[in-house]
């Protein structure tokens, strides 16, 4: 059931991220969504957990942008391993790791970004647009990432635990009918 919550917090966050986030000025330049989902799975789960949502969140990103096929999975694959590599090296405690590997992680996905359109585009140039949404990403990045990986850690403690409490319950029921049952045939 946890592939569940996945999917469930996947889909949310690609339609938030294409179609409510694009008409609201004040996200303009807020950074992936699902690569936030990334670097949650990256810090709390395991891989063999986390590696199949992450080749389908790309799938599915690459499949709704007009980007080279395979950049998201690229990204997402590399934006994996970098920030779990991150986090081992590292090591930091305290609020200031959160937020740290957030920006880290919208940092290394912009990067791959910038060189996959400079190898693509050899006339590419840095602008200073550029320059501020970069900028502007890691300040959201600093300010909201370190809410969502907790809210997705929450949620995720949440969900298995009432996933649980249904299994019990459902276990309990069926237990229980089938200790009557026995009941019923020995009178």
Known sequence: MTYGFYLGVSCCLIILQ?????HLPLFKNFYDLPALFIIYLSLYRPARESLPVVIFLGFI????SSTPFMLYITAYF??????RGIAKILRLEGS???PFIVTSGVLIENLIFIGTVFILDSGFRFSIAVVRSIAVQSLWA????SLF???FDYCHRGWNLIIKQYIIQKQGVSKNDSFVKSKKTTF
């Not at 294409?18 to 694009?22: D, G, H, K, R, Y």
């Not at 590399?78 to 920030?83: H, K």
Request: aromatic share 16%; with cysteine.
């Open 78 to 83: 590399w934006l994996f391993f970098s920030v």
């Open 96 to 98: 200031f790791r959160l």
């Open 18 to 22: 294409t179609t409510i986030m694009p």
């Open 142 to 145: 600093i300010c909201t990432g």
């Open 61 to 64: 990103m690459d499949s709704l």
């Open 149 to 151: 990986l907790v809210s």
